[in-house]
């Protein structure tokens, strides 16, 4: 059974910053892409930034200069710095990956971002 477990949310003041972490498990080889996306209350969920295996990225434009993804392909985890950060970024962020095919999330991680 695949599983993406995300770690890392929290509250933070604007301006601060968070690393948030996907860890899969239950799979064998890699997932490619792997990424981010957000949901705001009343949003869509939204495509944060993601990253194939060989390490090409690619962000939303409301977050590029902020936040940077990055994984370890031996891990099958990924992982995405958060800096200057704003109360607009406040959101469930879930970890997306897909093999075969096949896609899988993970349950989410809240992110608030507030004075």
């Known amino acids: 059974q695949v599983q993406l477990v995300e770690s890392g949310g929290g509250l933070v003041q604007p301006g601060g910053s968070l690393r948030l972490s996907c860890s899969a498990s239950?799979?064998?080889?890699?997932?490619?892409?792997m990424g981010w996306y957000r949901q705001a209350p009343g949003n869509e969920r939204e495509l944060v930034a993601d990253?194939?295996?060989?390490?090409?990225?690619n962000y939303a434009d409301s977050v590029k200069g902020r936040f940077t993804i990055s994984r370890d392909n031996a891990k099958n985890t990924v992982y995405l710095q958060m800096n200057s950060l704003k109360p607009e970024d406040t959101a469930v962020y879930y970890c997306?990956?897909?093999?075969?095919?096949?896609?899988?999330w993970g349950q989410g991680t809240q992110v608030t971002v507030s004075s």
């Open positions: 239950g799979i064998l080889g890699s997932l490619n892409p």
């Open positions: 997306k990956g897909s093999i075969s095919l096949l896609t899988y």
């Open positions: 990253i194939t295996r060989a390490g090409r990225t």
